[in-house]
Every structure is written in C-alpha cells, then in structure tokens.
C-alpha cells in the first residue's frame, strides 16, 4: 500500500504527518491500538484520523507502507479475546461492560459490579473453555434494515447504514465492531486475567492478557519464582511461607533497631543532662547538639522546672513544660533577623547572628 505525504510537522522527537486517504486503522477505535509498520525507513508511532505519528523525518511525496504483521496479529488477539470476555461476562452475569481498553502490554475493561477473584476465577475458564471449541470467526456485511435480523450483544454505536460489519463467533457472540480479530477462538491459545481492581462507581475494573501476551507474562513470572527460589533457599512450594518468615525477622531487626537507639539517645541525654545550671528556680540545660527524640526521657532525668536548649549550627530549639518558649521567641526575632516559629512549649530557630552565650543572656533578661 502506498501512503502520499502531503504534509509534515515536528512534534518533540518525533513527526507529524497528515497523508491523502489516510486508510490505517486509527488508535482508539473500537478500544483497540491502530496499525503499525513502516513508512520508508521511518517506524509509525501511532495513528490518528487527522495524522500519523513517525520517528523520523520524510520529505512530503508518495512512500510504500509495510505493515507489521506480528503487530497486527497480537492486536487480533487481544481484540478477540475481549469479544469473549465482553459476551462471557453478559451470559453469566447477564451484564454489559462499560469500556474497553487495549494497550501495548495489556488490556482492561469495566464490569458494572463489584467481583471477588473466585468469580472472575469461573469467567476466566469460560472463556478458555469457548476458546478451545475452535469456533470460526467470521464477518457479516449487513444494512440498517437487515440488522435487526441479527441479536446482537450490543448495538450499532457508529450512524451508518450500509456495509454495517458484524463480527460473529460461532454460535457464542455476535455483534457490531470495525477491528480487527482472528478466524478461529483457537488462534487465541489462552486468555488470563492477571489483576483486578475496584474502581469508582462500584465497578471492576479487569486486567488481562491473551495469546503469546500471556505465555511471556508466564514465563516472567517463573523466571521470578526461579529467583525467589535461588534467594530464598527454598522450592516454589516453601516461598509463601518463607516470604513470611523473612518479614517477621525484618519486624524483629527493626523493633531490636528502635530499641537500641532508644538506649543510645538515653545515654547520650543522661550524660549532657549531667551537665545542667539553675536560674531563678528553673534548670537551664544546655545540649550543644542535635539530639533527635529526646521527648521520651526527659520527665525521666529532670524532676523540677527546665528549660532545655539544644544547639547545632546556629540552629537552635528551645522547650519546657513551664516556661513560655514563644516569648523568648517574640523578644529574640524583635532583636535578630531569626527564620523559625514553634508554641508556649517549644520553639525552633536558626540565625547566624546569633550564639548559645547570646540566646542564653536573653533568656535570663526575662525569666
């Protein structure tokens, strides 16, 4: 097939170009991703009906289109299996999906009802089950007038009368679409649904894969059980329970982790709280380092009023339980140029104006 350039224009790092009687098959359509294949040495990104997307330049003129055929028959496929999955869902829960969505490594569709995995479980083997009948698939070219001869799954969604195409599996689905499929369910090989989730609206939302999709997502996951066993020691059989062994053990390290720590910031805090002064009553504890999740312990070491001021690179906190800690911070920022905030209880700030000597004069001015 031959594809006439008439127009092109760049698009970040790839092409725009808008061709005379453009007949690829457009992404979207019908749910379903569009051709791909090759415009002279340039690889067709993606197609729309007002332009098609290329990964390199081409100068406007008239070039052979080669289509990927391997592209084309996964795209059937997966097509297919959605024509399976769609009709299987209606004759078993006699409901219709909402939307249909096929990318590059799965697909997805809607069900209008909230499913537990046992019951998607049976819809899976339904359709496994149609798919290895070998059922032909076969198109019907029919009118307006004529379509009501047809029960079809779903109705003429598109306004057009003539050269209305009905795609129908044997005796399973009938129903109107413009994609593409296979010619037989057993060109399928399998189907598999790998996920599902809730989404709004009480619906399901179904992911799934069919063809040589699924036997690649097959041979993924046992590559990863390989590895899970080679890790873990164990057979396949032994990982679940090795999985929860090791997640007890991580629970165990961290709480023994916390623990420890703990203890070092106690001591680290018995030893500078050693080191305290008074003023007026009150215990003025100097720490001239950061120390983190200090909280704790400190009803443990100090029994009458305090005020702690822990300082590290003109980085300076200051709390108690007794004394107003926003105070000192009013008359601090009133004098020095100050970034910070904090409570009555506890206050932060960071100047490079300012020293313990400095802040600790302060303090004293107005207790």
């Not at 070039?63 to 084309?72: M, P, T």
């Not at 070219?141 to 795609?167: G, H, M, P, Q, S």
């Not at 090791?246 to 001591?267: A, G, Q, R, V, Y």
Request: contains cysteine; proline residues 1%.
């Amino acid at each position: 097939m031959k594809i006439n350039i008439i127009n092109i224009n760049q698009d970040n790092n790839f092409y725009k170009i808008k061709v005379k009687n453009n007949h690829l098959y457009p992404d979207g359509k019908g749910g379903q991703l569009g051709d791909r294949g090759k415009i002279a040495d340039a690889n067709i990104v993606s197609v729309t009906k007002n332009y098609i997307l290329i990964d390199k330049f081409l100068n406007p003129g008239e070039y052979e289109f080669i289509e990927d055929i391997n592209w084309k028959k996964d795209i059937s496929i997966q097509h297919s299996a959605e024509h399976l999955f769609a009709a299987t869902v209606l004759k078993e829960l006699n409901l219709y999906i909402d939307s249909v969505t096929m990318n590059e490594d799965y697909s997805y569709l809607d069900i209008p009802k909230t499913l537990k995995q046992d019951e998607l479980d049976i819809l899976e083997n339904k359709v496994n089950k149609i798919i290895s009948k070998n059922l032909e698939i076969t198109e019907i070219f029919t009118n307006i007038n004529d379509l009501k001869n047809y029960n079809t799954r779903t109705k003429l969604k598109v306004a057009i009368t003539d050269n209305i195409r009905l795609i129908k599996i044997g005796d399973y689905d009938i129903v109107p679409c413009g994609g593409y499929h296979v010619n037989n369910t057993s060109e399928i090989k399998i189907f598999k649904i790998i996920n599902f989730e809730k989404v709004k609206g009480g619906k399901t939302r179904v992911y799934f894969l069919a063809g040589d999709r699924a036997f690649k997502y097959f041979n993924n996951l046992i590559n990863i059980i390989k590895f899970a066993n080679n890790q873990l020691s164990s057979q396949s059989f032994e990982i679940n329970e090795k999985i929860i062994d090791l997640k007890n053990n991580i629970k165990s390290l961290k709480n023994e982790n916390n623990n420890l720590k703990n203890e070092i910031i106690e001591l680290k805090l018995s030893h500078e709280l050693s080191k305290k002064i008074f003023f007026n009553d009150y215990q003025l504890i100097i720490i001239n380092k950061a120390i983190n999740n200090i909280n704790p312990f400190l009803k443990k070491y100090i029994l009458n009023n305090y005020i702690l001021i822990s300082s590290e690179n003109n980085n300076f906190t200051i709390f108690s339980d007794n004394f107003n800690c926003k105070s000192l911070f009013d008359v601090i920022k009133s004098k020095y140029n100050i970034k910070g905030g904090g409570n009555n209880n506890r206050i932060n700030f960071s100047s490079s104006e300012l020293n313990i000597e400095l802040v600790l004069n302060i303090l004293k001015e107005i207790i």
